[in-house]
């Protein structure tokens, strides 16, 4: 229901635009760069939906002629194409920001920007610093990804653990994939870590063959990043009676059964701040900042009932000690 709000309000927005060409000068322009599908990513529609409050909460007060106006565009999961579509978004000239979220999504920009250097960026779960025209919010995926990693060590009975991804990427080949995998030996040493790719975000088919292959191999206790694939990890984890560990959103609903944790982050609420701030004039350009559990934007979900209900006391304990220390910052994750 919500997705299905989200986009009438992106075809009213976009038919607004038609009868507003005049005032481009007056109102705000935003852009809102989807790379990806709304409806396969919890967090592109965390993002969608953060943007969307902050325009909502600055229109509550103003005139129409200094209403911001917003557009909402998904561009697919086919990366070789985000480049063109990025460059094509900045050539129509008329917003005065873009907004997005993906960590590759900086080095396009800064290609864009040698075409149309008075464009602004601001990007979510990306890192760039030192650009006048870029500002970026970057999450402390370290402390996410390890955190991950250690319940899917305590609660992996044969101590065979794996990440599957949807592609090889800088974040997840460096931060990610390594933070999950210290996390898991910290809390079991001698746990494997198997790591798979799927090649792509959208393939739920390669994503439960490739679930299938890791069951095989005894692992008992899985971590899907690859999009709409996920479905079918979920689907043979299922079938194969292992467990998931979710992340970026709280995935308990999708398989209670299944799913023994979720480590979220907060992308609507940063969204919603970032637009704000912009609206406001008070954006940071050139700026890059990391957030966390200590500044509130990463959270390990410990009061859901099925968490409760699956997961063991003593292991639960463990989780919230450990989530404690990261937070009064006495425990820095190091690879």
Known sequence: MAMKKLFVTIIALTALFAGCSTKKAKNPMIAVFIPGIIADSPTYEKLANGVLSGVTNYNADKTDDKKALLSIMEVGTNQAEWAQKLTALAAEQ???????????????????????????????????????????????????????????????????????????????????????????????????????????????????????????????????????????????AKNNKIKIAWFDSNGFTRAPEVIISSTQNLQEKLAEEVTLEWLEGKTAWGTAQTVGMQEGYIQFINDNPFYIKNIPADVREKMDELVQKITRGELEIKL
Not at 150 to 159: D, P, R, T, V, W
Not at 177 to 192: I, L, N, V
């Open 94 to 236: 008329k917003y005065d920001v873009i907004i997005s979220s993906n960590p590759s999504l900086p080095d396009l920009a800064l290609q864009v920007l040698e075409q149309f250097p008075d464009q602004k960026f601001i990007f979510l779960d990306a890192s760039c610093e030192g650009n006048p025209n870029i500002m970026t919010k970057n999450y402390d995926q370290r402390q996410q990804a390890y955190v991950t990693g250690y319940i899917a060590g305590l609660m992996s009975k044969n101590h065979k653990v794996a990440l599957i991804s949807a592609q090889d990427y800088p974040v997840m080949n460096n931060i990610i994939f390594p933070s999950y995998k210290k996390g898991a030996q910290d809390a079991a040493p001698g746990t494997t870590v198997d790591y798979r790719v799927v090649g792509n975000w959208y393939d739920a088919t390669k994503g439960a063959e490739i679930t299938d292959a890791v069951c095989k191999t005894g692992v008992d206790v899985v971590l899907p990043i690859c999009g709409g694939a996920s479905q079918g990890v979920i689907n043979s």
